[in-house]
């Protein structure tokens, strides 16, 4: 049986943060800056869980490769809107 594996993942001005999961395993919760990478080594099973309903809640990812991909091509795009916390985002439902 496969387990399961995931990261929620939050950009709160230049700090990213992400929880995770893997193998049913809580990796916890790591921050970096938005300009690295997240590495296993940088999670810590007692950090602060934050709430998915927080503005700065990027979204969810199904591996930490994912996650620094998307950190990657984030910092790639010289003309991004950088999202500033407490800043409303919007939701267009079609």
């Known amino acids: 049986m496969m387990g399961f594996v995931g990261f929620a993942l939050w950009i709160d001005g230049d700090i990213a943060c992400a929880q995770g999961t ?3 395993r809580p990796m916890g919760v790591a ?3 938005e300009t690295d ?8 099973r007692y950090g602060r869980w934050r709430p998915r309903t927080d ?3 990027v979204g969810l990812f199904a591996s930490l490769s994912h996650v620094n991909r998307f950190l990657t091509v984030r910092r790639s795009q010289p003309n991004r809107k950088k999202a500033r ?3 409303k985002r919007t ?3 079609i």
């Open 22 to 24: 893997h193998e049913y």
């Open 31 to 33: 921050h970096i800056a």
């Open 37 to 44: 990478i997240f590495k296993p080594r940088d999670f810590d």
């Open 55 to 57: 503005s700065s809640f």
């Open 85 to 87: 916390p407490g800043s």
């Open 91 to 93: 939701l267009a439902i």
